[in-house]
């Protein structure tokens, strides 16, 4: 007797407590999950969606593959990220608003992209960057100026990409627009930088001495051969590859740190050239 009052009382109990705490889950508000405005403060800059259709532009303009790994500096809700993704490249996204992450992994995995991407919190001047084969940003000039040293110092021919801004006097290789027919209102430019070889200095080869000035992926100076100087003309760098005129020759080839192997042109023939760079 004592013991079936017992268990009715424990069995009462227990539905008090179930009856509770299911009106104390209903009393509390439903977590909503966030979402980004439109202009909304973030480390260094507000946050404005590159529209689709630039996206698409950026990574056309950078000739993304799936052999590229491509970052993208401050990314968001992760639209390029996971675009990129869609084309088979690696990606990473880093951005700095940890609500803006969370959001990105919730789009790459509606996208079915979830497991071939990453998304990171972090401060860009702060981030290793050096493994990417295109960067992709969305920036201030001034924080595109200050991220500018650490980009050149990447592996010659890195693909960088910037939505509306430049790098001030480091002009674009390539630029292009996202039309209004293709939905894009604003911030409908990108702009294309190839990251060059460094090739200031002096060159000794067999033929004489070169001499570089660089300026960014222009080149000028002059080349020295048999007692005669002459002007380098039309000097340029695509990434590795550099390429002038020098006393009515056309010289050609790569740069591989201190060594350049190539092509020369003159009087109608073709021959190898090859140079060194001298020391200090």
Same mark, same amino acid.
């Given at each position: ?6 268990? *009715?009382?424990?069995? $009462? ?6 009856? !509770?705490?299911? @009106?104390? !889950? ?32 950026? =990574?056309? %303009?950078?000739?993304?593959?799936? /052999? ?20 088979? !490249?690696? !990606? %990473? ?9 969370? &959001? ?8 079915? #992209? ?5 998304? @990171?919190?972090?401060? $860009? ?5 050096? /493994? ?6 969305? =920036? ?6 200050? $991220? +500018?040293?650490?980009?050149?110092? =990447? ?5 960088? #990409? ?29 702009? %294309?930088?190839? #990251? ?13 001495? %070169?001499? &570089?000035?660089?300026?960014? /992926?222009?080149?000028?100076?002059? &080349? ?7 002007? #380098?003309?039309?000097?340029? =760098? ?15 080839? +790569? ?18 050239? *090859? ?6």
């Amino acid at each position: 007797m004592i013991a079936s009052r017992f268990a *009715r009382r424990s069995f $009462l109990a227990l539905c008090l407590s179930v009856f !509770a705490a299911a @009106v104390f !889950a209903q009393a509390q508000p439903a977590r909503q999950e966030f979402q980004p405005e439109v202009g909304q403060d973030g480390k260094d800059v507000v946050w404005v969606p590159t529209p689709q259709a630039l996206v698409n532009k950026m =990574l056309d %303009l950078a000739k993304v593959t799936p /052999q590229d790994y491509v970052i993208d500096l401050g990314s968001g809700d992760g639209r390029t990220v996971i675009t990129a993704a869609k084309r088979g !490249a690696r !990606a %990473l996204g880093i951005e700095y608003n940890p609500d803006m992450v969370e &959001l990105s992994r919730r789009n790459a995995a509606k996208e079915g #992209v979830g497991e071939k991407v990453r998304f @990171v919190k972090a401060d $860009l001047f702060e981030s290793d960057f050096s /493994q990417a084969t295109v960067i992709t940003m969305f =920036l201030l000039p001034e924080i595109n100026l200050k $991220l +500018r040293p650490k980009i050149l110092d =990447l592996k010659p021919g890195t693909r960088i #990409v910037s939505n509306s801004f430049t790098m001030e006097e480091w002009k674009a290789d390539r630029t292009v627009d996202a039309t209004e027919k293709e939905g894009c209102q604003s911030y409908c430019t990108a702009y %294309l930088w190839i #990251v060059p070889a460094k090739v200031a200095g002096t060159w000794q080869f067999p033929q004489g001495e %070169l001499t &570089l000035k660089q300026d960014f /992926q222009m080149i000028s100076g002059t &080349l020295k051969s048999g007692g005669n100087s002459t002007r #380098v003309a039309n000097g340029r =760098l695509r990434g590795d590859q550099i390429s002038f005129t020098a006393g009515g020759a056309q010289y050609a080839g +790569r740069v591989s740190g201190n060594a350049i192997e190539g092509t020369v042109k003159s009087g109608g023939g073709t021959s190898p050239w *090859r140079a060194t760079r001298r020391p200090g």
